[in-house]
């Protein structure tokens, strides 16, 4: 018979090496792992600015990782890529968009709400657009 202890070690074992997983890499991303290959957790997100002839600048963070400012000009875009909780769906990525004139805030990913394998959004002045194969989805400015 296994006792509790074991079972307790093994699973802090495996919290550990996954939760390692998660913080591999440098500040701004999480890198693809050899357990990346079969496991195909990875999320990316892609923003760009669709402000004409306005620089749109980027700031994301979740709880753990701030991924620093990003200043795109028309037409270019800001990507990231990282390993979700793989336990509670609770990953949530925000950015904070400014532009000349405007300051805008928006969960580019949530875990919970609408979890993405591929989070493509376009910026534009009146809100956040998420790009889809099926269907764009675009969201009015919420502050």
């Not at 928006?106 to 609408?114: A, E, I, P």
């Amino acid at each position: 018979m296994v006792s509790i202890s074991k079972i307790a070690l093994l699973l802090s074992l495996l919290l550990t090496t996954l939760f390692s997983l998660q913080l591999k890499g440098s500040e701004d991303e999480v890198v693809p792992s050899e357990v990346d290959n079969w496991l195909s957790f990875k999320v990316y997100v892609a923003i760009s600015n669709f402000l004409v002839s306005k620089n749109l600048t980027v700031h994301c963070k979740d709880k753990h990782h701030d991924l620093g400012s990003h200043v795109l000009k028309y037409g270019e875009t800001y990507d990231f890529g990282f390993i979700p909780n793989l336990f509670w769906r609770v990953t949530l990525y925000f950015c904070r968009f400014t532009w000349e004139g405007a300051s805008h805030s928006f969960d580019v990913y949530n875990q919970k709400k609408n979890g993405c394998e591929e989070c493509v959004w376009n910026i534009l002045e009146s809100g956040p657009c998420k790009v889809d194969r099926k269907h764009n989805q675009c969201y009015a400015w919420k502050d």
